[in-house]
T-cell receptor, first 113, second 111 residues
Framework: AQSVTQLDSQVPVFEEAPVELRCNYS??????LFWYVQYPNQGLQLLLK??????LVKGINGFEAEFNKSQTSFHLRKPSVHISDTAEYFC???????????FGTGTLLAVQP | ETGVTQSPTHLIKTRGQQVTLRCSSQ?????VSWYQQALGQGPQFIFQ???????GRGNFPPRFSGLQFPNYSSELNVNALELDDSALYLC??????????FGPGTRLTVL
């Protein structure tokens, strides 16, 4: 069975500072990895995904993530955050591209002026 | 915008009632997945439909049921509502490449 751990429930950061949101997963098989963002009172928006190939994945809004198989991690990074990046971020894993998504508990990114 | 729509936006029911939530998938997508997101938690997989057949189910009781129609839209039905069913219900559609795109959700409150 797969599982996802997001160790940080909340990450406060000042505007224009860099940020890293951590995600670790466990699985006995190869997985696909995703980051979704959820703005208040909205659904989930796909930020980026890793299916195969290059371990550095670039997504929307300047975010990127690096797949590290040996450390079973898929951390999300942004070099300079904006107030508008304040939202809940969810890491998710699936066994196949069409299979169910297993989500972490989320990390609230709180960007302060 | 993902092209996935859900209705209604909000819903208030009382314990023991039944509810039906609806989802229209993105054009070209033949798979619909439903998730329950309780307050402060990540979404939990309920079930998935592919070409009108159930294609996987999470750890939810049988009173959670679904349908997918020939146009690939879908319904989630919940019978005998309980207080713990209060949550945001998310629908996601996916096509051949598998990436799931989510709708805005339906907020269900059970009193």
């Amino acid at each position: 069975a797969q599982s996802v751990t997001q160790l940080d429930s909340q990450v406060p950061v000042f505007e224009e500072a860099p940020v890293e949101l951590r995600c670790n997963y466990s699985s006995s098989v190869s997985v696909y990895l995703f980051w979704y963002v959820q703005y208040p009172n909205q659904g989930l928006q796909l930020l980026l995904k890793y299916l195969s190939g290059s371990t550095l994945v670039k997504g929307i809004n300047g975010f990127e993530a690096e797949f590290n198989k040996s450390q079973t991690s898929f951390h999300l990074r942004k070099p300079s955050v904006h107030i508008s990046d304040t939202a809940e971020y969810f890491c998710a894993v699936s066994r196949g591209a069409t299979n169910k998504l297993i989500f972490g508990t989320g990390t609230l990114l709180a960007v302060q002026p | 915008e993902t092209g996935v729509t859900q209705s209604p936006t909000h819903l208030i029911k009382t314990r023991g009632q039944q509810v039906t939530l609806r989802c229209s998938s993105q054009s070209g997508h033949n798979t619909v997945s439903w998730y329950q997101q309780a307050l402060g938690q990540g979404p939990q997989f309920i079930f998935q439909y592919y070409r009108e057949e159930e294609n996987g189910r999470g750890n939810f009781p049988p009173r959670f049921s679904g349908l997918q129609f020939p146009n690939y839209s879908s319904e989630l039905n919940v019978n005998a509502l309980e207080l713990d069913d209060s949550a945001l219900y998310l629908c996601a559609s996916s096509g051949p490449r598998g990436t799931q795109y989510f709708g805005p959700g339906t907020r269900l409150t059970v009193l």
